[in-house]
């Protein structure tokens, strides 16, 4: 096991980057957060490549000190933000080529860090897609709930017939300055809207009912599970609604355990927090991963170490 430098990509008051840091430095490891609005005005980031190189990068950070990829034991990709273009440079053409060139470096240095970064790029940028985690879900054998994606308002009519009108939709992805696209249920009223679709596709979905509302954060290979208990009404297809729900730890059979961390490990994860829904049953039907899924509130609410499990993650020998 390594134990050099471990940098978090996140922003100063990012309070899950300050959780992970402090599990850090309990293991005596010494751990930096760089905020990419430093990116390139006051961060300086060189990656060598061919000549016989060995592909090494350095790091000149704001406050002066360096890191070389022989220092880092692992990077933990928390949240992004936009570079920073200095203020010196003011042709927005010009800003534009700045902000491209950046995006292209910082890009090709996450693509060389491989499965020292959390989550590797490229692993990362697929799995953002939710067609290819349904896709990948079923073909891994999880329980995949009917789904149709689509802008064609005759198909989502035929889908809503099919299933009786238990239907719900959510959008393909969250959008910045959008309001929060919570799932909602279709209604009669809202097939009358379905002509909006020829503006932008949505995900429909069959309606899972009778059971509970299960996170599970996996990191690498531990899985940490809880239930989400809601008694508003309007939570019962997205339990971001109500805001007195509760969070509970969760037992999971160790055969569905197994089978998710396997499914994690085809896709090529090192962190997912993944949303499942049981039906009455207790069949487990898989939702989507969020690759950078928020999880603090599970720790405090259900007890369960997530931010240690990325601390053990960010200085193990990445397999």
């Not at 910082?106 to 697929?126: T, Y």
């Not at 009358?192 to 690498?220: A, M, N």
């Amino acid at each position: 096991m390594s134990h050099g430098h471990a940098i978090i990509i996140a922003s100063e008051d990012d309070l899950h980057a300050r959780v992970v840091a402090w599990e850090l430095s309990n293991r005596n490891v010494a751990s930096t957060t760089i905020n990419l609005e430093d990116l390139p005005a006051s961060l300086a980031l060189s990656h060598a490549l061919g000549g016989g190189t060995d592909g090494g990068y350095h790091l000149s950070l704001p406050d002066g000190r360096s890191l070389t990829a022989d220092q880092v034991s692992g990077i933990w990709w928390r949240r992004t933000h936009p570079f920073r273009v200095p203020d010196g440079v003011e042709d927005k053409d010009e800003r534009r080529f700045c902000y491209r060139e950046t995006q292209v470096l910082l890009d090709g240095w996450m693509h060389a860090l491989g499965r020292k970064l959390v989550n590797p790029f490229a692993v990362e940028m697929i799995c953002r897609n939710k067609p290819y985690q349904l896709m990948m879900a079923e073909q891994a054998g999880l329980k995949v709930p009917a789904t149709l994606i689509s802008n064609d308002p005759d198909e989502v009519r035929s889908f809503y017939e099919d299933h009786n009108g238990a239907v719900i939709f959510k959008t393909l992805s969250n959008n910045p300055g959008m309001e929060t696209p919570f799932t909602r249920k279709l209604t009669p009223q809202g097939l009358s809207k379905l002509e909006t679709l020829r503006c932008s596709p949505v995900q429909f979905q069959k309606k899972i009912t009778g059971g509970s509302d299960i996170r599970i954060t996996v990191v690498d290979e531990r899985a940490f599970a809880a239930e989400i208990a809601v008694s508003a009404p309007q939570a019962a297809v997205d339990w971001r609604i109500d805001p007195n729900s509760r969070t509970l730890p969760h037992i999971l059979p160790k055969d569905f355990e197994a089978d998710l961390i396997a499914f994690h490990r085809k896709l090529g994860l090192r962190y997912g927090a993944y949303d499942f829904r049981t039906d009455a049953q207790g069949t487990y039907w898989f939702l989507e991963v969020n690759t950078g899924g928020q999880y603090l509130w599970l720790e405090t609410e259900a007890g369960l170490p997530i931010s240690a499990a990325l601390a053990d993650a960010l200085i193990a020998d990445p397999a």
